[in-house]
Nanobody, 123 residues
Framework: QVQLVESGGGLVQAGGSLRLACAASGGIVSNYAMGWFRQAPGKEREFVAATSWNGGIISYADSVKGRFTISRDNAKNTVYLQMNSLKLEDTAVYSC????????????????WGQGTQVTVSA
């Protein structure tokens, strides 16, 4: 069973940066596409970014393009989300997820999910 554990969340001022990490275990995660999602209070979960198994295909939500960078280190079974120029509206619980496929697109169904890490951006 694949397990995903996020870390790196916290409180940061607007304009600041955070790097989230998602450590995976329990399967050949290096063969899976991985994504980051977020959910703010009272809102639906939304897609943030995703990467194919080798980083060859990457996609971002329009709201984070140019500010967030997703990357992965398959040797460490870890996916990262570097978040720069954070805004108040980036406040949310961020979760990582895995697709049991090497590539992903907008219709991909994510099979495994982490518990999430809170990111709070203050003024």
């Amino acid at each position: 069973q694949v397990q995903l554990v996020e870390s790196g969340g916290g409180l940061v001022q607007a304009g600041g940066s955070l790097r989230l990490a998602c450590a995976a275990s329990g399967g050949i995660v290096s063969n899976y596409a991985m994504g980051w999602f977020r959910q703010a209070p009272g809102k639906e979960r939304e897609f943030v970014a995703a990467t194919s198994w080798n980083g060859g295909i990457i996609s971002y939500a329009d709201s984070v393009k140019g500010r967030f960078t997703i990357s992965r280190d398959n040797a460490k079974n870890t996916v990262y989300l570097q978040m720069n120029s954070l805004k108040l509206e980036d406040t949310a619980v961020y979760s990582c997820a895995a697709v049991r496929a090497r590539n992903m697109d907008a219709r991909s169904v994510y099979d495994y999910w982490g518990q999430g890490t809170q990111v709070t951006v203050s003024a």
